[in-house]
């Protein structure tokens, strides 16, 4: 069981610009939960798909939008890309409720 | 959601037993408490969940006393690879049918010496 998988796991991007980041979920789970984690902070939750359907979103503008496939695999967008952006973006899959959900490694986006 | 205080760092040596204390005065009736454990530049790791009373699994123990309002992560014997930053979490896994996200404070940044 590979787990969850994150790609790119590093990325560089120029502000302005737009960026997509990619999560398979693990074997079996069928919701996807995105989250930002900025230096020296714990994770902020994004939001959470499920039955390719955004479910719940916390806290962040338009410019975050997200997708999920018929293979439960899932991709996060960023438009208008801002400085303030840079952060490791984590993707976690889970099943029936978040009583456990399963991080991958995430992808690190730097905006120079 | 409750609100959750945890200290900002602790150190211990290895073979110590550890204990991580998390107050949550404001904890709901169908709210669990989860830990996560997370290594620099990876995701989260889940280490456990619990309600009430005391839970135990394989790499930790979770107390949680009658009036919920904290709970105490121990960790036996740590090693240096325990070195980590650990959540403590508050909330009902299930509202909204599961999709609230999780919420995750600062954490405990747990520095392990030999």
């Known amino acids: 069981d590979a787990g969850v998988t994150q790609s790119p796991t590093h990325l560089i991007k120029t502000r302005g610009q737009q960026v997509t980041l990619r999560c398979s979920p693990k074997?079996?789970?069928?919701?996807v939960s995105w989250y930002q984690q900025a230096l020296g902070q714990g994770p902020q939750f994004i939001f959470q798909?499920?039955?390719?359907?955004?479910?719940q979103r916390g806290n962040f503008p338009d410019r975050f939008s997200g997708h999920q496939f018929p293979n439960y695999s899932s991709e996060l967008n960023v438009n208008a890309l801002l400085l303030g952006d840079s952060a490791l973006y984590l993707c976690?899959?889970?099943?029936?409720?978040?009583?456990?959900?399963?991080f991958g490694q995430g992808t690190r986006l730097t905006v120079v | 959601l409750a609100k959750t205080t945890q200290p900002i760092s602790m150190d211990s040596y290895e073979g110590q037993e550890v204990n991580i204390t998390c107050s949550h005065n404001?904890?709901?009736?169908?709210?669990?408490i989860t830990w996560y454990q997370q290594f620099p530049s990876q995701g989260p790791r889940f280490i456990i969940q619990g309600y009430k009373t005391k839970v135990t699994n394989e790499v930790a123990s979770l107390f949680i006393p009658a009036d919920r309002k904290s709970s105490t992560l121990s960790l036996p014997r740590v090693s240096l690879s325990d070195t980590a930053v650990y959540y403590c979490?508050?909330?009902?896994?299930?509202?909204?049918?599961?999709?609230?996200?999780?919420?995750f404070g600062k954490g405990t940044h747990l520095i392990i010496q030999p």
């Open positions: 798909y499920y039955e390719e359907e955004e479910r």
């Open positions: 074997s079996g789970h069928d919701t």
């Open positions: 404001n904890i709901a009736t169908n709210d669990y």
């Open positions: 979490l508050v909330g009902d896994p299930y509202s909204g049918g599961g999709a609230d996200g999780l919420t």
């Open positions: 976690a899959s889970s099943s029936g409720g978040v009583a456990e959900a399963f």
